[in-house]
């Protein structure tokens, strides 16, 4: 099984992008944040001005790689997209990435697509999970449940997948 991903940034940002190592431990009393992590290392691709993991990037646990979606919809009340990807990060299997990217209560603000390989179970897994903000209704109004919508599929064993935007 492998994952990979082709750089499709703009040519005049390719020379200042990095990889970066994040080992991020919290200190504080009681662990932060939807997850509760108190420690977390990550080695992510990263583009000028973005957080790690809105690239390619890989934990503990998930082998990550990240593409845009170019969408008409777009909820200026919903989470940056650069911030649940890296939430995503943080978890530890693909069901708590699907909750966390669900973000439940906001909702994404546009969309993403994510390769995700799982890299800590007994027998690797692979899937594509797409990422949407919430539904509007005939009129153009967004619908009152706050969260964005999730597609996932998992790649079958001997299954050829692959994802592009056009």
């Known amino acids: 099984m492998a994952i990979g991903h082709t750089e499709d940034l703009q040519a005049d940002l390719m020379n200042e992008c990095y990889v970066t190592h994040v080992h991020y431990q919290d200190s504080s009393e009681e662990p ?3 997850l509760k992590r108190t420690e977390e290392q990550i080695v992510s691709y990263c583009y000028p001005g973005d957080l790690p993991g809105y690239a ?8 990550v790689t990240v593409n845009e979606l170019a969408s008409l919809e777009i909820d200026p009340w919903g989470t940056p997209k650069g911030i649940l990807a890296r939430a995503a990060l943080s978890c530890n299997s693909v069901e708590e990435m699907v ?19 799982t890299l800590s179970e007994p027998k ?26 999730v597609s996932v599929h998992e790649v079958k064993e001997n299954e050829v997948f692959f ?4």
């Open 99 to 117: 909750e966390i990217l669900t973000d439940k209560g906001h909702g994404i603000s546009s969309g993403l697509s994510f390769n995700v390989m």
């Open 56 to 63: 390619m990037a890989v934990s503990e646990h998930l082998a």
């Open 124 to 149: 690797r897994r692979l899937f594509n999970i797409e990422v949407a903000c919430r539904e509007r209704d005939p009129e153009g109004n967004f619908l009152p449940d706050r969260q964005s919508r």
């Open 163 to 166: 994802h592009c935007n056009l």
């Open 32 to 34: 932060r944040g939807k």
